[in-house]
T-cell receptor, first 110, second 114 residues
Framework: EDQVTQSPEALRLQEGESSSLNCSYT??????LFWYRQDPGKGPEFLFT?????EEKEKERLKATLTKKESFLHITAPKPEDSATYLC???????????WGLGTSLAVNP | NAGVTQTPKFRILKIGQSMTLQCTQD?????MYWYRQDPGMGLKLIYY???????DKGEVPNGYNVSRSTTEDFPLRLELAAPSQTSVYFC?????????????FGPGTRLTVT
């Protein structure tokens, strides 16, 4: 069965303390892996798409990487405004739908 | 572009009442989706549509109905509301390009059924 697992469930960092969030997946025929950010009371906001192992994408303090089994979202020198829930999703096979992880809740303290 | 808009933002229903959640997108996206999000459960797909006149069930369609008469609009209908339908509902859309599967979300509707 296709599955997406995110870890940790929650992470608390001090401002400037770099870390990584993990998204592991078991799917047949990956067509794309997606990272989203969700702020409280709002809809998910698209961040990155990764299509093949070895691919990397960057945006400000965020960098997403992809292997054949997992993806990492690296956060370098985070700021309090990076506090949010980060969601991972995959599209696989001939599916028109996304398979979603449960998210990692990130809190960055000033 | 306004993107994906949803109305209302909040609603309280009594058990057995009905309502329609509205969703509109102005990006000319073919694909549209309805999700519900519950604490600790992640996003669950209710229904989706690949274009006007075409809809299909997702993971949790029971108790809901949809229609897609235009490219822009994808309303979600709740008939005979139940407490189990208390949730936050998100509408999303995505472009038809084969290489682009990312979805764009609306701000959500928070529904309480009591």
């Amino acid at each position: 069965e296709d599955q997406v697992t995110q870890s940790p469930e929650a992470l608390r960092l001090q401002e400037g303390e770099s870390s990584s969030l993990n998204c592991s997946y078991t799917v047949s025929g990956l067509r794309g892996l997606f990272w989203y950010r969700q702020d409280p009371g709002k809809g998910p906001e698209f961040l990155f798409t990764l299509y093949s192992a070895g691919e990397e994408k960057e945006k400000e303090r965020l960098k997403a990487t992809l292997t054949k089994k997992e993806s990492f979202l690296h956060i370098t020198a985070p700021k309090p405004e990076d506090s949010a829930t980060y969601l991972c999703a995959v599209n696989a096979g001939n599916n028109r739908k996304l398979i979603w992880g449960l998210g990692t809740s990130l809190a960055v303290n000033p | 572009n306004a993107g994906v808009t949803q109305t209302p933002k909040f609603r309280i229903l009594k058990i057995g009442q009905s309502m329609t959640l509205q969703c509109t997108q102005d990006m000319n996206h073919n694909y549209m989706y309805w999700y519900r999000q519950d604490p600790g459960m992640g996003l669950k797909l209710i229904y989706y549509s690949v274009g006007a006149g075409i809809t299909d069930k997702g993971e949790v369609p029971n108790g809901y109905n949809v229609s897609r008469s235009t490219t822009e609009d994808f309303p979600l209908r709740l008939e005979l509301a139940a407490p189990s339908q208390t949730s936050v509902y998100f509408c999303a859309s995505r472009p038809p390009e084969r290489a682009s599967y990312e979805q764009y979300f609306g701000p959500g509707t928070r529904l309480t059924v009591t």
